[in-house]
């Protein structure tokens, strides 16, 4: 890559969700099982997030196991869990040191005992850092996550008396697992697969949205690079019109 393409985006944004998808095609495309595929994306992972802090990203949100993922093959789900722990356990001192939070997005139920353990210890020793936001969605869904948020508040006004008035797309949004967290601004999907696949439902109501074809273990910062060069040349408008084409009566 040329020293040029290091260089910060002018207006980058600040927060990108990125759905890391294809570590199963990577593999089967080189005549091996899938689940080979993974530990490839977890050094996709490792070059994006050293990466992404240069390029002007504040925020980074991966979405590494979704709860529809329990339906895949127990030993492809195994070995899944098991490049969670091990990704913590020989990252975390580094992440700390470069001052990144680590927030686990994702329903905490159900998790077995030792990834639950690992997901509290990235979050703890991370807890005071502020030069960088990584979110890592796991066993996370949209709707399970919504749905969780609903639960909150019916027990807020069970316990507190929150009235139906009460909720705001702020007092809902603080109970969602993305809570405090700016939305996203850009939604990168690799793999050429065009979905969100229950990512992120109502932080992405006014996302960019990028699709790659690259399959996720073969991304790289100058992939990175370009969707955000991609984002800059998007207009977002939110509902309003410009300045030249509003109309007056
Ligand atoms: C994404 O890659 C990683 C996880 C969902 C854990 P996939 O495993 O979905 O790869 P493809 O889509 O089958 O190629
Ligand atoms: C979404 O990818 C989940 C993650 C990347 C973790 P999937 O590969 O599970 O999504 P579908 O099944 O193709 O929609
Ligand atoms: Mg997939």
Do not use: C
């Not at 089967?28 to 997030?49: D, M, S, W, Y």
């Not at 790289?220 to 800059?232: G, I, M, R, V, Y």
């Amino acid at each position: 890559m040329a020293a040029d393409d290091q260089q910060p985006a002018p207006d980058a944004p600040l927060h990108v969700a990125i759905v890391m998808d294809g570590n199963g095609r990577w593999a089967k495309r080189r005549g091996l099982p899938r689940q080979l595929g993974h530990p490839k994306g977890v050094e996709a992972i490792r070059r994006v997030v050293e990466a992404a802090p240069d390029q002007g990203v504040r925020w980074l949100t991966l979405y590494a196991f979704s709860t529809e993922n329990w339906r895949r093959p127990a030993g492809e789900v195994a070995e899944v869990m098991r490049l969670l722990k091990h990704y913590v356990n020989s990252d975390l001192d580094k992440l700390v040191k470069e001052g990144v939070r680590v927030r686990i997005l994702g329903r905490r139920d159900g998790l077995p005992d030792d990834i639950a353990e690992i997901v509290e210890r990235a979050e703890s020793r991370t807890a005071h850092n502020d030069r960088f936001f990584l979110q890592v969605a796991f066993n996370y869904g949209g709707r399970a996550d919504i749905v969780d948020a609903a639960r909150a508040l019916v027990a807020k006004a069970l316990s507190e008396g929150l009235k139906p008035e009460d909720i705001t797309d702020e007092v809902f949004q603080a109970q969602l697992a993305t809570g405090g967290l700016p939305d996203p601004d850009l939604v990168i999907r690799t793999s050429g697969e065009l979905r969100l696949s229950n990512f992120l439902l109502w932080e992405t109501a006014y996302s960019e949205f990028v699709f790659p074809a690259v399959l996720w273990p073969d991304f790289t910062p100058a992939h990175l690079k370009s969707a955000l060069d991609e984002f800059q040349k998007r207009e977002r408008r939110y509902g309003t019109v410009t300045d030249d084409v509003l109309v007056t009566n």
